[in-house]
Structures are given as C-alpha cells and as structure tokens.
C-alpha cells in the first residue's frame, strides 16, 4: 500500500491539532514544493478562501458527537475568536450553510471523482468552481453579518490563530 497524504486539521479543546500520515522523505518532498507557502512563516499569502474553508471545516460535528459536546466546542471556538454573542450568531450560520450544502456536495464529488465515467472531468471542474464561489458568498455573508469589532476580531483570529498553522501546497 503506498503511503497517502491524510491531514486532518481539527480544533480539539480550543487549540489547533493537525494529524498527519506520511511518509518522511515525502513529507518533506512536499512541504518543499515550489509554491509552497508555510503560514508560520508567512501567513498573509495564506489564500483566506482556503483558510475559511479549512475553519468552517475545523467546526462541523464531528462523526457521532453528541450536541451537547459539539456545542460546547463550538462555544470554545467562538470564544477564542473573541466574538460577542450576536457575532457568534452570524458564525453559526455560516457554519450550518457550509454544513448543509457544501458537506454533501463534496461526497457526491467524491462519489463522482471515485467512480468517473464520461464529462466526469468537466463536472470536477464545475464543482470546483461552484465550492469556490460558494466559500467566498460565505465568508461575505459573514462580514456583512458582523459587527465592525466582530469583523476585526474575526480577521485578527483568522490570521493569528487559523493561517499560521496551514501549509498550503499547491496543486493539493
């Protein structure tokens, strides 16, 4: 069985875990890829598409969560990017919307990516662009629901806290 690049990116307990299963040489051969961008190093040329998505990724439930506990990490998270309660709102929502469309959009890609068949490229192509332009309304829709400190929160979180722990490998 060939070595797979699986990184899962989690927020567990308030702080950011990353999971990874790689092969060392190749792990390195990745991280070293032209066009590599380390967010330790230089988190403002984190695409922010990329990083919201990861984020609203990050706080989905968890497979067989109760509520009580997924609410509780959500509150964690909310807290830790310091938005007020209102604010926590408008990410809430954000999250469910991700939750709802996006999630099984992606298993039916996955779905369709898996099993091919003919104009399976070109559908590929049109949901990539489809997941694109639904993260960015996303992201938009939040900062139009935010307040003007909840939005300066929020991108002072994302770049702090969210950015610096992605490596962001072209082509992946």
């Given amino acids: 069985m060939s070595p797979r690049i699986c990184a899962v990116i989690l927020i567990v307990s308030g702080t950011w875990a990353a999971a990874q299963s790689i092969s060392q040489p190749r792990a390195k051969a990745e991280a070293e890829r032209p066009g590599t961008i ?12 990329k990083a919201y998505s ?3 990724r990050s706080l989905l439930p968890l497979e067989g969560e109760n509520n009580q506990h997924y609410d509780l990490r959500l509150l964690q998270a ?4 310091g938005l007020a309660d209102g ?12 939750r709802n469309v996006l999630v099984p959009a992606e298993r039916a890609a996955g779905d369709l990516q898996r099993n091919g068949g003919a104009g399976a490229a070109g ?3 049109g949901f990539q662009a489809a997941r694109t332009s639904f993260v960015n309304a996303q992201i938009e829709r939040l900062f139009s629901e935010l307040s003007p400190q909840g939005a300066a929160r929020m991108r002072s979180f994302m770049d702090r806290e969210v950015k610096t722990h992605i490596t962001y490998i072209p082509g992946k």
């Fill in 123 to 125: 559908r590929l192509a």
């Fill in 38 to 49: 380390h967010g330790s190093r230089t988190p403002n040329l984190i695409p922010t598409q």
């Fill in 87 to 98: 604010d926590a709102h408008a990410l809430e929502e954000a999250i469910a919307a991700f």
């Fill in 78 to 81: 909310e807290r830790r990017s």
């Fill in 54 to 56: 990861l984020y609203f």
